[in-house]
């Protein structure tokens, strides 16, 4: 009997499987990941923001509408670092795509407050604000009075995770 070559590759296809399966045991010793979508029941939250760079506030953005969508609940951001320079009116052509964005989050209930202490020591007053910031007197004090009310702290740092995958494997992105 005279194999064609479509015959052979699908015999030689068929000989590499079990090679196959051990090669994917080796590298996937622990089994692969599980997935459980279940809906989150709703609850508030209180983020903890202390940026050095305000251009990291683009994160917070996407931090806070993934979080809040799921979550459903309400949503505090407590500001106590250089980032907020950001939500000082003096600053708002450079800074106009980033408050727009954290206007648009007020718009949509989310709660800003800013750290007294943080903005006196920047050498801000209150007036020096955008309208939907509202001044508290300490922004630590102020995460634990919203912990105490029951919502849950986040500490989101500005590290974006797109495309990450391809730092280690960069033949894959396509």
């Known amino acids: 009997m005279k194999l064609g070559f479509k015959e052979i590759a699908i015999a030689a296809a068929i000989a590499m499987v079990p090679a196959y399966q051990s090669l994917a045991a080796e590298l996937a010793p622990y089994g692969t990941a599980k997935v459980d ?21 683009n994160t917070l953005y996407n931090f806070v509408k993934n979080t809040k969508r799921e979550t459903r609940g309400k949503v505090v951001i407590v500001t106590h670092g250089p980032e907020l320079r950001a939500f000082a009116k003096e600053n708002y052509e450079k800074y106009q795509g980033i408050v727009d964005k954290m206007a648009e989050l007020a718009n949509d209930g989310v709660e800003f407050k800013m750290c007294n202490n943080a903005m006196k020591a920047a050498g801000f007053q209150a007036e020096d604000m955008h309208g939907f910031i509202t001044v508290v007197p300490a922004g630590f004090p102020e995460l634990a009075f919203w912990q105490s009310k029951g919502y849950q702290y986040t500490n989101p740092l500005p590290y974006p995770v797109k495309d990450v995958r391809y730092i280690d494997q960069p033949q894959l992105k396509k």
């Open 37 to 57: 979508m279940h809906k989150m029941p709703v609850t508030d939250t209180v983020f903890d923001v202390n940026y050095m760079d305000p251009q990291q506030l």
